[in-house]
């Protein structure tokens, strides 16, 4: 299971992106997929996190901002980021967790978001 994210740039503050994070390989007993981000001398942190069944949760911060959406038959997860500050500035990560008997999280290769003042 590969993780592949992008979308990431530079925009100046109030401006839009979009991110996008496609998952090659067969994988079973999803329970949610979502993004994450890290800022230089920060901990990572969840940005926005959807469910298998539709659940979706945001991280205050980012509320009314940003929406994360799926296209399950592109196997993709989307982060669409508007009204953007310089304090988004990080590395965002798409993550899918997966709940068998264990629990296991696959992460994506990160892409990078920066916010121009």
């Known amino acids: 299971v590969q993780l592949q994210a992008s979308g990431g740039g530079l925009v100046q503050a109030g401006g839009s992106l979009r991110l996008s994070c496609a998952v090659s390989?067969?994988?079973?007993?999803?329970?949610?997929m979502g993004w994450y981000r890290q800022a230089p001398g920060k901990q990572r942190e969840l940005v926005a996190r959807?469910?298998?069944?539709?659940?979706?949760n945001y991280a205050d911060f980012v509320k009314g901002r940003f929406t994360i959406s799926r296209d399950n038959a592109k196997n993709t997860v989307y982060l669409q980021m508007n009204s953007l500050k310089p304090e988004d500035t990080a590395v965002y990560y798409c993550?899918?967790?997966?709940?068998?008997?264990?629990?296991?999280?696959?992460w994506g290769q990160g892409t990078l978001v920066t916010v121009s003042s």
């Open positions: 993550n899918l967790n997966q709940v068998t008997i264990y629990t296991r999280d696959y």
């Open positions: 390989g067969r994988i079973f007993s999803i329970n949610s």
């Open positions: 959807i469910t298998s069944g539709g659940n979706i």
